[in-house]
């Protein structure tokens, strides 16, 4: 017990359970999450996703005000890389959402604006600018890229550094591509690469 309450004290305090964010309720592991704008939601029960899905914006607003944590982001919003729960710069909650950071200087950048890093797009694109290629979904992107106001997402390692030095020019061609942030729930990009979930 002491043992427990030392380390609670020295690493702080253990992040909260994700709940449901139609019902409140534990998430259920059995129930499939769905993924919207960059970040996974679980569930309680088979039902839940298709009411998320409805109106995200909504459900999210309501877990906010209810003080509620019901997603996880599949990024490091302060680099747009792929992340997940092991990343070695720890996390953090806001809005309902759970951030996970590369380093400890992505958590300490986010903390001073946490606005700035979680605001969300209300455009984007799952079709790399570099490769041209269709991504399966979120988390099938190993990167994102912000551009004019929309929200690129990346295939691949390999297309970071051409979209960091030609980014603007290279989302002109998939310009028809980029549309309203839609639930996906799909694991597989075109290529049939199968990306490790959080």
Same mark, same amino acid.
């Given at each position: 017990?002491? !043992?427990?309450?030392?380390?609670?004290? %020295?690493?702080?305090?253990?992040?909260?359970? %994700?709940?449901?964010?139609?019902? #409140?309720?534990?998430?259920?592991? &059995?129930?499939?999450?769905?993924?919207?704008?960059? @970040?996974?939601?679980?569930?309680? =029960?088979?039902?839940?996703?298709?009411?998320?899905?409805?109106?995200?914006?909504?459900?999210?607003?309501?877990?906010?005000?209810?003080?509620?944590?019901? #997603?996880?982001? %599949?990024?490091?919003?302060? !680099?747009?890389? +792929?992340?997940?729960?092991?990343?070695?710069?720890?996390?953090?909650?806001? &809005?309902?959402? +759970?951030?996970?950071?590369?380093?400890?200087? #992505?958590?300490?950048?986010?903390?001073?604006?946490?606005?700035?890093?979680?605001?969300?797009?209300?455009?984007?694109?799952?079709?790399?600018?570099?490769?041209?290629?269709?991504?399966? #979904?979120?988390?099938?992107?190993?990167?994102?890229?912000? @551009?004019?106001?929309?929200?690129?997402? @990346?295939?691949?390692?390999? =297309?970071?550094?051409?979209?960091?030095? &030609?980014?603007?020019?290279?989302?002109?061609?998939?310009?028809? !591509?980029?549309?309203?942030?839609?639930?996906?729930?799909?694991? &597989?990009?075109?290529?049939?690469?199968?990306?490790?979930?959080?």
């Amino acid at each position: 017990m002491i !043992t427990l309450a030392l380390s609670t004290l %020295l690493l702080g305090a253990a992040p909260k359970p %994700l709940t449901c964010g139609i019902m #409140g309720s534990a998430v259920n592991s &059995k129930v499939a999450p769905v993924d919207y704008n960059g @970040i996974r939601f679980g569930f309680c =029960c088979p039902g839940c996703d298709g009411k998320f899905e409805a109106d995200p914006k909504a459900a999210m607003a309501n877990a906010d005000k209810k003080g509620w944590t019901i #997603g996880e982001s %599949l990024f490091d919003v302060t !680099t747009g890389l +792929r992340v997940g729960v092991a990343a070695k710069g720890g996390s953090t909650d806001y &809005k309902g959402v +759970r951030y996970y950071f590369q380093t400890a200087d #992505g958590l300490k950048a986010f903390k001073a604006t946490p606005a700035k890093f979680a605001a969300m797009p209300t455009k984007d694109s799952l079709t790399c600018p570099v490769s041209k290629e269709k991504i399966g #979904g979120y988390a099938s992107a190993a990167s994102f890229m912000d @551009i004019d106001g929309a929200r690129y997402y @990346i295939c691949c390692g390999g =297309c970071v550094d051409s979209m960091k030095s &030609k980014g603007a020019e290279l989302v002109k061609s998939i310009a028809n !591509t980029v549309g309203v942030p839609k639930v996906a729930n799909k694991t &597989k990009n075109e290529s049939g690469e199968d990306h490790k979930p959080l």
